[in-house]
């Protein structure tokens, strides 16, 4: 019997522990190492963050799901890996320390056959001073529990504008490397139609805070939309909304300290500004889970397997990375996400580095970056998790002694729905599809993209989709019948 070892529980971690379960049977060992009990859809955090639903709406205990699908849990912090074996122990393994209150503080080593690094990222609030809710200025949606914490404070700024006291808002993210901009996007709109329901958006000013060199970049260099037969840019798309709403925006900038009623903030052009606030819902940067990675002899060989930031290194070109931006291209991408080094190592979702950014990189003349990272997320992390489980069971059952599935984000399309404002009735939301992720612009050389399948439209419809979704892909992630025929 073989061991495939899967390191987090999140949508790609849980996406390949699950299928490789499912495709291995009872003939190999499935184990999920995750140091969180529950399983959360992120995607619906920003309900959680304007009240529309409750935390427990979004999770779901693990144990349960796993031990009814035969994979074993173990929640625990996974420390670090050694791919080659150790000091009395052969074969490769992970040590962990676990967060089970049964456990609390155990170490233990963990073999195995084959390891699939899922991490997802850490969230680095400590990049930016002041930054986040713990012991920061700021509230953020980035879980179910920060989610709640930034309801309660939207709650008590509602409650000052019904006694005719003005709020002042500032949403985005917080740090000029930050990735993940569609959730502050969609949390934006979610709190000034929010504000309106309650009678209060007379008494807000709202304001956006971006690293993005032009609304609705995204981290994906932006892009162009089909949009009732016309070819419409992500920026006007952007900043029609922000406009129609009464949002006011600041782009291009990076935001260098966060205090109690203020964020202090560098842009593009090198100058240095400040913007008060009341409320202040800011995402982090990501970075990666911290493992660290040691040969058979307990030399550090962390740099060997990981970046800088953290993320691991698998079949990506990252020399492309020392070329100008005009010669980067799709084929830099990876495409099974197996390490170069040992070949029974995978990285799904977040947790693989990327060879570079996909927007545009800038820096200030100070010489700070200042430009999206690459958003590794929702669909794509899900059927990357998909495909790296397929080759791992492939390797595994001795069908092929090497990946037989590939997942490429420059081969691949992708979904979203961007909720700009929950309610059965008088919600909306952005439903918009991309192909590819990664422009393209030798296969689509005006746009980067197939037009044909991107396109978004606005509206009520949109809402009721990503409501849709909601349950569906937490009726999924609980295995219940028919599972497998809901796509990633």
């Keep these: 019997m073989g061991r495939l070892v899967v390191l987090g529980a999140g949508i790609a971690g849980h996406t390949a522990a699950t299928f490789a379960k499912k495709w291995l049977g009872d003939q190999h060992e499935v184990v999920v190492i995750s140091p969180n009990s529950k399983w959360n859809w992120i995607p619906s955090n920003i309900w959680v963050g304007v009240g529309y639903m409750k935390p427990d709406d979004v999770i779901f205990e693990l144990a349960p799901v796993y031990e009814k699908a035969g994979i074993v849990f173990k929640q625990a912090k996974a420390l670090s890996i050694h791919p080659e074996g150790g000091e009395g122990e052969e074969k490769p393994y992970v040590t962990i320390e676990y967060t089970d209150p049964s456990k609390k503080g155990q170490n233990e080593k963990v073999t195995y056959d084959y390891l699939i690094n899922a991490t997802g990222p850490k969230l680095n609030f400590a990049a930016t001073e002041g930054l986040g809710p713990d012991g920061g200025n700021s509230v953020s949606v980035c879980t179910y529990l920060h989610a709640a914490e930034a309801a309660n404070a939207l709650n008590i700024a509602i409650e000052k504008m019904k006694k005719g006291e003005k709020q002042k808002f500032l949403i985005g993210v917080g740090h000029g490397m930050c990735t993940c901009q569609g959730a502050a996007f969609e949390y934006i709109f979610n709190v000034e139609h929010t504000l309106r329901e309650k009678g209060v958006r007379d008494k807000a000013e709202i304001t956006y805070i971006s690293n993005e060199y032009e609304l609705g970049d995204f981290g994906v260099g932006g892009m162009h939309i089909k949009r009732g037969g016309y070819i419409t840019s992500g920026k006007v798309f952007a900043e029609s909304l922000f406009t129609e709403r009464g949002v006011h925006w600041i782009k291009r900038a990076h935001v260098n300290k966060v205090e109690k009623d203020r964020v202090h903030y560098e842009t593009l052009d090198g100058t240095f500004h400040e913007k008060e606030f009341d409320f202040a819902m800011l995402i982090p940067p990501f970075a990666g889970a911290g493992l660290k990675a040691y040969d058979k002899e307990g030399n550090d060989i962390t740099s060997e397997m990981f970046n800088p930031g953290g993320f691991m290194f698998v079949d990506a070109d990252y020399s492309s990375a020392s070329k100008p931006y005009e010669e980067w291209s799709v084929k830099d991408w990876p495409k099974t996400y197996q390490t170069p080094k040992y070949k029974n190592i995978f990285a799904a979702g977040i947790a693989f580095a990327p060879p570079h950014l996909i927007s545009k990189p800038m820096k200030s003349p100070n010489g700070t970056p200042i430009n999206p990272t690459p958003p590794r997320t929702g669909m794509p992390s899900g059927i990357i998790g998909k495909a790296v489980a397929a080759s791992v069971v492939d390797m595994m059952t001795g069908k092929s002694d090497k990946p037989t599935h590939k997942a490429s984000m420059g081969e691949m ?73 809901i796509p990633e």
Aim: with cysteine.
């Design 413 to 485: 399309g992708a979904a979203c729905v961007a909720s700009a404002g929950a309610g059965f009735f008088k919600g909306t939301a952005a439903a918009m599809t991309m192909y590819p992720v990664i422009p393209d612009y030798e296969k689509y050389p005006n746009f980067g993209r197939d037009l044909n399948y991107t396109f978004g439209e606005l509206g009520l419809a949109g809402h009721w989709i990503k409501h849709i979704l909601h349950y569906m892909f937490i009726y999924k992630a609980k295995l219940k019948p028919g599972w497998t025929l």
